[in-house]
């Protein structure tokens, strides 16, 4: 058997089970094996020398864990400005938010060529490699370029816009070519390979071979959807574990008087939070019957601040909490409960079971793990209600979720109306609906799927 290299950004130790479910199959993956886990350790060297960076290596079971620090200008420019200033914005279809510095790309480069680098000597010739996301787009051909031939598959966690939007990144034919230089292009949606194929078939003239073979730039590349899951088993024991049981005993007494909605993600401008706050301040107004007993308990976990735009949003969605809570709050009951932090792995699924409704509501999400996660906390006997934006890549699989569009406020308000009033036999019926889905393309569903497509096809 191969032996399986995973390449990200982040490693993850896959024995800390906090790590969470992509962590967990990633590990199962890697131990089945032997394998090796290859990507940035999260150090940054002030001062250091930008291409260059120390490499550590540990051993957990038979998984090797082997990291490279980068320096200060390598990591402001390949994972701040290129990684998160231009292609997240702009994959997320946000072209308003990119930053178009000409100095990143540099950086960008720099890094893929000198974790290639790295990498290279560490590879063996039967190993089966798998990159990861958008931060590494240029892996393979960079790997390519130093003799590589072995079988590389690609996976993108973040959506693959339409070719318009695609082709304002002044570099969108070199991303485009690099990813010519894998084996397979798995992406999360059906969507997101029709861009892929419209993008090539226009500005590459790629030829298609059958509905997954591209060829262009004198190679073909298999690009398909591969939607990635949960692990369902492991989220419905969390959810009977002790932490979770815990929170829900402490929150099911007020929220049996009152009812309970939720949201749980990055605070990222990709995940629609000023439009979800809006839409709810739009639904008390309407149905005043909501006063006093809908409470929204919004979750948005600090990330990227050192960014611009991120620390704008921190700032709107505070003000219009505060406006909220000032409009409608009364001395017994406050409208919108909004917490800055991060909710622990173990705790969060008592959350989800205790609300009557989930809010998932992104402007533009490659998958959306959180809309499956509820799926698998809810109790079958009387289980809550999935709202979900149109624009997540889930959507295309939870159909029985109700299906709103995230920029349209009454719209949205009147499905959570919906929602909440939804009856007892509506909503099983739903929930068995979604709890079958995401059992049959689950986290185990999804690696296997992807690694099997790579390994039946021929090497190099
Ligand atoms: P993310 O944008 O991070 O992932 P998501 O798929 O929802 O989005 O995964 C987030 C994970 O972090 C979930 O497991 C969730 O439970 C956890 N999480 C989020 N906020 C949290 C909080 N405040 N406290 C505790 N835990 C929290 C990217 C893409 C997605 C894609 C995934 C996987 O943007 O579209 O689904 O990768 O491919």
Redesign the pocket.
């Known amino acids: 058997m191969s032996r399986l290299v995973v390449v990200s950004n982040r490693v993850a130790d896959p024995r800390k089970t906090a790590a969470?479910?992509?962590a967990v199959a990633l590990g199962d993956a890697l131990s089945t094996n032997g394998g090796l886990w290859f990507g940035w350790s999260g150090t940054i060297v002030e001062g250091g020398t930008p291409g260059e960076g120390d490499m550590q290596t540990q051993q957990a079971g038979n998984v090797t864990l082997s990291t490279v620090d980068l320096c200060r200008e390598d990591y402001d420019s390949y994972y701040l400005g290129y990684s998160n200033g231009v292609l997240w914005p702009v994959f997320h279809y946000r072209l308003d938010l990119a930053d178009f510095d000409a100095g990143f790309i540099g950086g960008y480069r720099r890094v893929n060529q000198m974790m290639a680098r790295k990498l290279m000597p560490l590879l063996r010739p039967d190993d089966i490699i798998w990159v990861h996301?958008y931060h590494l787009i240029p892996m393979a051909a960079e790997l390519r370029a130093m003799g590589c031939r072995n079988r590389i598959g690609f996976?993108l966690?973040?959506?693959l816009p339409p070719p318009l939007i695609l082709a304002a990144i002044p570099q969108h034919e070199w991303l485009i070519r690099s990813l010519f230089a894998y084996d397979l292009v798995g992406l999360?949606s059906q969507a997101d390979v029709d861009h892929f194929s419209r993008y090539v078939g226009q500005e590459a003239g790629a030829e298609t071979l059958d509905k997954h073979q591209f060829r262009a730039f004198g190679r073909t590349v298999h690009a398909q959807a591969f939607p990635?899951g949960?692990d369902v088993d492991e989220f419905a024991a969390l959810t009977h574990g002790k932490d979770a049981r815990e929170m829900f005993d402490s929150m099911k007494d007020e929220y049996s008087r009152r009812r309970l909605l939720l949201g749980?993600?990055?605070l990222?401008y990709?995940?629609g939070l000023p439009q979800r706050l809006r839409a709810f301040r739009h639904l008390l107004q309407q149905y005043p019957e909501n006063l006093g007993s809908a409470t929204l308990i919004q979750?948005?976990?600090p990330s990227r601040e050192a960014l611009d735009t991120y620390s704008g949003l921190r700032q709107e969605l505070e003000s219009l909490c505060g406006s909220i809570n000032g409009d409608y709050g009364e001395l017994d009951w406050m409208p919108v409960r909004y917490?800055h932090?991060?909710?622990?792995?173990k705790r969060?699924p008592g959350l989800y079971r205790v609300a009557s409704v989930a809010l998932v509501t992104?402007l533009r999400?490659?998958?959306?793990?959180?809309?499956k996660?509820f799926i698998a906390a809810q109790d079958p006997a009387d289980p809550g209600v999935l709202v979900l934006s149109r624009f997540?890549?889930?959507a295309e699989q939870l159909k029985e979720a109700l299906l709103v569009n995230p920029y349209d406020t009454h719209g949205t308000a009147e499905s959570i109306q919906v929602a909440l009033q939804m009856p007892l036999a509506e909503r099983q019926k739903r929930h068995q609906k979604l709890l079958e889905r995401i059992r049959q393309q689950d986290v185990h569903w999804w690696r296997k799927t992807f690694l099997q497509t790579l390994t039946d096809m021929a090497p190099g």
Request: net charge negative.
């Open positions: 969470g479910g992509l996301d996976f966690h973040i959506p999360q990635i949960i749980v993600e990055r990222d990709s995940k979750i948005a976990s917490i932090r991060n909710v622990a792995r969060l992104p999400d490659g998958m959306n793990l959180v809309a996660e997540a890549g889930a």
